[in-house]
């Protein structure tokens, strides 16, 4: 039973991405549908994951509950200020005030810092912008640097320029820029996928610091289940714009139960420290089909090991196989090992068949 208060409360949110009419005559409209009717709880001090493959919406989703980007639907509601807000329906004028308290950290360290600004301007510009100080004050210059000491910066960096900083030390200023404006959700996208993997796991341990002591909340973006592991309490998984299961993070590594879980988390890394054997890996075939044109039914059909004739006409329901845990497959309840047992039999059945058409030719 969760006990935390909620911080979000995202509910059947949809972001539609209008395309050109293929035909001039068509009177249909298509739509890149990015993100399809999720629904999600964010809890109050939590690192809440999204994973899913590069594509199937995980950062639109974050950009679109910030309302970086409009929704086309559905509503998120925000707790952080001791009532509840709908941003969906937040004018700019009260976005503008809210948004110190939302931040996000971006993938690329590079591009999303100003070169022609110094580290001290960059991280001084937020706090300058929502008035908690005034340009060029003494105050300023004291509240920068010890908040760029809090994200391991040095301090004779604030004069510095960002071209002659380390893409971790860069990170680092976009972690500061966020954390100077006194958030309590920040939104990581895939914030430490360009980095070198001993860089990773500093800026990690960092942003595990921070939640702590300034008592963040984050949502946790990335397609690396093997970064998701260290850092979340729960994770959402993503496909092809639609949550297929959420739930407590050692559940969805030990007992995964949609059969695109079992795949991803089969190929996670497993560290040697943790005393568990390497898993059978389930490789899908294919790739994420075209989200103009989902498939009917299941949505993983094309994709999945385990599919039937069911799965091709009917919409899986978002089950709750457990109290907190939701999966959206017709044979969810179906045990963990049972599905991995089936992925091995279809892949050995695949492998023969590949021989068989060699032999042949
Ligand atoms: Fe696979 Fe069918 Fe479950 Fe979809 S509903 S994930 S196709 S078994």
Request: proline share 6%.
């Amino acid at each position: 039973m969760q006990t935390t208060p909620k911080l979000l409360c995202v509910k059947n949110l949809k972001k539609y991405f209008p395309i050109k009419k293929n035909a001039p005559l068509s009177k249909k409209r298509q739509y890149v549908r990015a993100v399809e009717d999720v629904s999600l709880e964010i809890y109050k001090g939590e690192t809440f994951a999204l994973v899913g493959e590069s594509g199937c919406g995980k950062s639109t989703l974050g950009r679109t509950v910030l309302q970086l980007l409009a929704p086309s639907g559905g509503e998120v509601l925000y707790y952080g200020t001791g009532q509840e807000i709908n941003l969906a329906k937040c004018d700019k004028k009260r976005m503008r005030i809210l948004r110190k308290e939302l931040q996000i950290i971006f993938q690329d360290p590079y591009s999303s810092l100003n070169p022609r600004m110094t580290v001290g301007q960059i991280i001084g510009e937020g706090p300058v912008t929502h008035k908690y100080y005034a340009k060029g004050s003494e105050a300023l210059k004291n509240y920068v640097l010890s908040v760029m000491e809090k994200c391991g910066l040095p301090s004779y960096a604030y004069g510095r320029y960002p071209h002659e900083f380390s893409g971790g030390q860069r990170q680092r200023i976009c972690i500061a820029r966020a954390l100077a404006l006194k958030p309590k959700f920040i939104v990581c996208d895939e914030c430490v996928s360009a980095l070198d993997v001993s860089i990773q796991s500093q800026i990690l341990n960092l942003l595990q610091d921070l939640k702590e002591k300034e008592g963040l909340t984050y949502l946790f973006i990335s397609h690396d289940l093997g970064v998701v592991r260290h850092i979340a309490s729960r994770i959402a998984v993503m496909y092809l714009g639609e949550i297929v299961e959420t739930g407590d993070s050692e559940s969805i590594f030990e007992n995964p139960l949609h059969p695109y879980t079992v795949a991803l988390t089969s190929v996670a890394p497993v560290l040697p420290s943790a005393g568990k054997k390497e898993r059978e890996k389930i490789l899908l075939e294919g790739s994420m089909p075209n989200s103009v044109f989902p498939p009917k039914g299941c949505k993983f059909h094309t994709r999945c090991f385990m599919a039937e004739e069911i799965c091709k006409r009917c919409v899986p329901p978002f089950v709750e196989t457990e109290e907190g845990r939701f999966v959206r497959c017709h044979f969810a309840q179906m045990p963990t090992e049972e599905k991995r047992r089936i992925a091995q039999k279809r892949s050995e059945e695949s492998e023969k068949k590949e021989e068989k058409v060699k032999i042949c030719k």
